[in-house]
């Protein structure tokens, strides 16, 4: 059988799809949440189709259509945002007034609720954006442990803020209060857990937000808007839908968004900010471009090398921000090196989302394919040559895994994020070469060194320690664990995401201070004693 075919025949009828990985029907969206309420919408609709294909009677492959939801206009997104004005209040509201105690209970309330949904969203998930259903529900998974540790690492914080401290003659208490109103706009790669990794430190902090699904991953949110709307006070969870072009910039115009949680490219960032017409006033939380980079250098293990490589450029098709982008390998293990790899990549089951052990899927983004063959077009055109068999080749959505080599200054693929299944390879002599790669590089998020030579590595560790957020040792590029700070410098990302860093991100020291005499002891003990503030408080959450 022709490899066009048998990439063909992984597109199956859909009466042969397990019953338990079917979406029972459609999933038709006519409702969104504003101010506490599902509003019914009766205008305009995006249509959603699955990167998974189904043949059709002449043996076409077409999109399995899946479902609608609104788009909504500039109207309605300001709706919502005087809602999330009104729920904030100044500071004055409900939800910001309110005792980080009850907002956790909030908080739990809403996690209960979600876990309800769970297979729901999980095929959503699988059937929007052509993830695995394994990883489909472990991105589910890891998005409650992530609310439940940000709980945690909440009520640490509050724990030791709960003291008063003595200073000069100066009694005071500091604690961590909100900004204001979030606009929040998460990825489609990652839609339901990069996405919870700001929404939900900037709820639980005591803000007001704006919540803007991705282009691609919008229905999964869908089944868990009755949470929000039962979980929280009204106005403090809105969601706004329609062209990001269309309803954003006149959000920022306002001048009444306090901050901006945005994962996406540094262009759109950009833009919304300038659009802000006091941009001192507006925090960013971003996480953006990256090009990550993979060194093997010839003292490394080339088999543990090829295993980290592979899992960091192809998880996801290399779908992810925090995936290996470019591979830097010393020229004297060069051909050693690609054999290997080309190996390891045949190895890689391809197929449909819910087949067990399928690690390579269809592409939910309709353009990508074409972009993915420019880019491996243009690099030939400029000396390479696709290394591995069948490399490249695409049918429909899907796109197999492409080894691009050798890679060079003059290609798309030398300095474009190609965020899909291509790994391209560039032979090097010096280690000056990437380094000053890194240099001259826009992004800075991570590298990862391959080499068994302590001195090597540790040579290699103080020059990119200060170009990189972080340095991965023979192993791929990653986020987790969640406690461990995920950030980057130059344009690939803003401020700093953990579960501790974005509770941080999303909240400002506030201190009360007063003279430490008789009268003030008095009043401060007063207030103390009958819990009359919930930020003057002792009281200690368990």
């Known amino acids: ?71 909504c206009t500039e109207k309605e997104a300001m709706e919502a945002l005087d809602a999330a004005v009104n729920a904030y209040d100044n500071g004055r509201g409900e939800w910001p007034t309110m005792s980080v105690d009850n907002r956790i209970k909030c908080l739990q309330k809403f996690v209960f609720k979600m876990s309800e949904q769970r297979t729901l969203v999980v095929n959503l998930i699988m059937w929007e954006i052509g993830k695995s259903q394994t990883d489909a529900a472990k991105e589910f998974d890891r998005t409650v442990d992530y609310i439940n540790a940000t709980i945690d690492a909440l009520k640490d914080i509050d724990r030791q803020s709960s003291r008063f401290e003595i200073e000069e003659g100066v ?24 996405t919870f990794t700001t929404l939900i430190p900037a709820i639980i902090m005591g803000n007001t937000l704006l919540f803007k699904p991705p282009k691609h991953g919008t229905l999964l949110h869908y089944p868990l808007l009755k949470a929000f709307q039962e979980s929280f006070p009204k106005g403090v969870v809105n969601t706004i839908y329609g062209r990001g072009a269309t309803i954003t910039p006149g959000l920022m ?79 004297d293990i060069a051909d050693n090196f690609l054999i290997q790899l080309s190996a390891a990549v045949a190895k890689l089951k391809f197929g449909m989302p819910w087949e067990p052990g399928v690690s390579l899927t269809p592409l939910p983004e309709p353009g990508k394919p074409e972009y993915l063959k420019e880019c491996i077009e243009d690099a030939q055109k400029n000396g390479a040559r696709v290394v591995n068999e069948n490399g490249g080749k695409n049918v429909a959505s899907f796109v197999y895994p492409a080894i691009v080599y050798p890679v060079n200054e003059k290609m798309k693929l030398y300095r474009e994020e190609q965020f899909g299944p291509i790994i391209p390879v560039i032979p090097f002599d010096s280690i000056d070469e990437p380094i000053q790669y890194q240099i001259d590089s826009p992004h800075g998020m991570q590298v990862s060194i391959f080499s068994n030579d302590a001195q090597e590595i540790a040579s290699l560790i ?81």
């Open 1 to 71: 059988m022709e490899f066009s075919d048998q990439l063909k025949s992984i597109f199956v009828p859909e009466s042969t799809i397990p019953i338990e990985f079917s979406l029972p029907q459609e999933t038709h969206q006519r409702e969104y949440l504003c101010d506490g309420e599902m509003r019914q919408w009766n205008g305009d609709v995006s249509e959603v189709y699955s990167p998974v294909c189904i043949p059709d009677e002449q043996g076409n492959l077409v999109r399995k259509f899946i479902g609608t939801y609104p788009v």
């Open 462 to 542: 103080d020059p990119f320690v200060n170009l990189v957020s972080r340095v991965n040792i023979n192993s791929q590029c990653q986020r987790g664990p969640d406690k461990f700070p995920f950030t980057g410098r130059k344009d690939s990302a803003e401020g700093t995401l953990s579960v501790v860093d974005a509770l941080r991100s999303f909240s400002i020291r506030s201190l009360v201070a007063t003279k430490m005499n008789d009268t003030n002891k008095q009043l401060i003990n007063e207030i103390v004693n009958h819990q009359n503030s919930n930020f003057l408080s002792t009281n200690f959450i368990f």
């Open 171 to 194: 009694v005071a208490q500091t604690r961590r209060s909100p900004i204001g109103v979030v606009l929040c706009m998460g990825p489609f790669n990652y839609p339901l857990n990069e």
């Open 253 to 331: 115009q306002t001048g009444r968004i306090n901050v901006l949680a945005f994962i996406g490219s540094s262009k759109v960032a950009n833009d919304l900010k300038k659009r802000h017409p006091k941009i001192n006033r507006l925090r960013a939380v971003l996480s953006l471009d990256a090009k990550n980079a993979a060194i093997v250098t010839k003292n490394a293990d080339i088999a543990l090398s090829v295993n980290e490589i592979v899992l960091g450029a192809l998880s996801f098709n290399g779908q992810r921000c925090t995936a290996i982008k470019i591979v830097f390998v010393h020229k």
